[in-house]
């Protein structure tokens, strides 16, 4: 075969001869050498060629001490590559820490002592160990990806852990945080007012906190007004020895009260001037009972009757509603204005609307007269209520959902609900036959506290703007101030205890 075909059978480059190709073998490589191969000497003239292929020698790279499986044997010592003392490597102790504290944080082992050292049973095949127990170091484990049960769940974690950041893991965000103490509650009343003539009738509603700081007591024929800034006493009006106070309530910018009346009149006030602004009828018996809804006062009385009243208007009242069969003794705008929400004698808790004149919802539940009414201010539409000496259950409510949520026994008359709006907790007194005031937790419903002092049944209660004190009225003529709430703020509220008088002098 002449040198152009060989050429072209080899796809040769243009002028390089077949000839010039050499082959060169290994010692002791059989079947790969020509029979005119020259001795491999290299030329002075031969140029280095280097290739585009790059493969790393891994001989020095320290995968040991980042491996996820038990320590490697270490490679034999050998007189072309001795073993040095005080290398710069981790040490054998400190890598076998290591590879565990990474296993029980990873992969969830539960290992405690240190990792177990190579057997050969257990090692590569460089022990003569069989091929199944060979591993990859960047390989941890056969089962990495297999599905196993969650022991934790279901028992007891050990209080000793080889793992420092605890048994929920390297992000567990409750590292280092200690449990939080339970707040405490003072069980004994930081002021009392001494109220005479404080009427001890379940139907009345004689006591209400402004959102200017002032607090409005109906006694007897008159309204007080005792400034919790200032703890000043103001005399606000007299109704005389023909009528009595029924009802207060103060509007929502604080500068005005309504006085409902025996006789059925509502009185609006004015409480910077202590003048009497207007005179609303429209009930034929007394009227125990006020809401306020910005400029809408709703008003309900024995007559079973609710009447709305706009004071932008002439008109004594703009609708009237009639639902209960019974004398109406507990009202409740919800914060949004939106349902009003109305307890009565006959067991009833009806939910109305600003346009409706029949009720939207009804519920039956109680078994006794309904007057503790109280709104969620943390969730729209949850409605508590409270019966009677028959019922003495706490009751809770969805209008939203018209369902029901939850009932607790409460063990005595309710006669008043309040939700804090720092916090979701409510408060309710009782009458017969524990005369108490207790702290709950909502939704859970556990009880926070239980207050005692009050020597007749705890008929009135109101909070104060600021969502920390409640003040308790009751037939025993006084009225007791109770730091329940925190602070939104987490402000120290001031005690100042002491006995005033409200009144008094000016009944007596």
Not at 81 to 101: K, M
Not at 141 to 158: E, I, M, Q, V
Not at 325 to 337: A, T
Not at 429 to 434: A, K, R, V
Request: one cysteine or more; aromatic letters at 8%.
């Amino acid at each position: 075969m002449d040198s152009r075909n060989r050429r072209s059978r080899l796809n040769l480059p243009p002028g390089m001869s077949p000839s010039s190709l050499h082959l060169e073998t290994t010692a002791g490589s059989p079947g790969l050498s020509r029979a005119n191969s020259s001795p491999s000497t290299p030329s002075p003239t031969r140029t280095t060629t280097y290739s585009d292929r790059f493969i790393p020698s891994r001989t020095g790279s320290r995968l040991n001490g980042f491996a996820l499986i038990d320590k490697q044997p270490q490679p034999l010592p050998s007189p072309t590559r001795p073993i040095a003392e005080g290398r710069d490597d981790v040490s054998s102790s400190s890598v076998s820490a290591y590879s565990t504290l990474l296993r029980n944080e990873l992969f969830g082992e539960d290992v405690v002592g240190p990792a177990t050292p190579a057997t050969p049973e257990k090692s590569t095949g460089v022990y003569g160990g069989s091929r199944d127990s060979i591993k990859s170091p960047m390989s941890p484990s056969r089962n990495l990806f297999r599905f196993k049960n969650d022991h934790g769940a279901s028992s007891p974690g050990s209080p000793y852990s080889a793992s420092p950041v605890g048994s929920e893991g390297l992000f567990s965000s409750n590292v280092g945080t200690p449990p939080k103490p339970a707040r405490k509650i003072t069980r004994s009343p930081y002021k009392v007012l001494d109220a005479p003539a404080l009427q001890d009738d379940f139907y009345l509603n004689l006591v209400d906190w402004s959102s200017n700081n002032v607090l409005a007591v109906g006694l007897g024929t008159c309204v007080y007004l005792w400034s919790a800034c200032t703890s000043k006493v103001t005399k606000l009006c007299d109704l005389g020895v023909n009528d009595s106070v029924c009802s207060v309530g103060w509007t929502p910018q604080g500068t005005h009260l309504a006085v409902g009346t025996n006789i059925g009149e509502i009185q609006i006030w004015d409480a910077s001037r202590c003048k009497k602004v207007r005179t609303m009828g429209g009930h034929c018996t007394r009227a125990g009972a006020l809401a306020w809804s910005s400029y809408i006062l709703s008003s309900g009385s024995r007559d079973r009757n609710i009447l709305h009243r706009d004071i932008r208007v002439q008109d004594d009242f703009v609708r009237k509603l009639v639902g209960h069969k019974s004398e109406v003794c507990g009202l409740k705008w919800s914060y949004d204005d939106r349902e009003l929400a109305s307890g009565g004698n006959d067991n009833q808790l009806l939910v109305w609307n600003q346009q409706s004149s029949q009720p939207l919802l009804r519920f039956n539940e109680h078994t006794a007269a309904v007057k503790a009414i109280a709104w969620s201010p943390h969730q729209h539409g949850i409605l508590a209520s409270g019966g009677g000496t028959a019922d003495r259950c706490l009751r809770f409510w969805n209008t939203a959902t018209d369902t029901r949520l939850n009932c607790v026994d409460t063990g005595s008359q309710v006669c008043n609900l309040v939700w804090c709006k720092n916090v979701n907790e409510l408060v309710s007194t009782h009458g017969y036959s524990q005369n108490q005031i207790m702290v709950w937790r909502y939704p859970s419903m556990s009880k926070l506290a239980t207050l005692t002092g009050h020597t007749l049944r705890v008929l009135y209660l109101a909070i104060s703007p600021d969502g920390q004190t409640i003040v308790t009225g009751a037939g025993d003529e006084t009225l007791r101030f109770w730091n329940i709430f925190p602070s939104p703020k987490s402000q120290s509220a001031v005690h100042d205890s002491g006995l005033w008088s409200l009144g008094r002098t000016q009944i007596r």
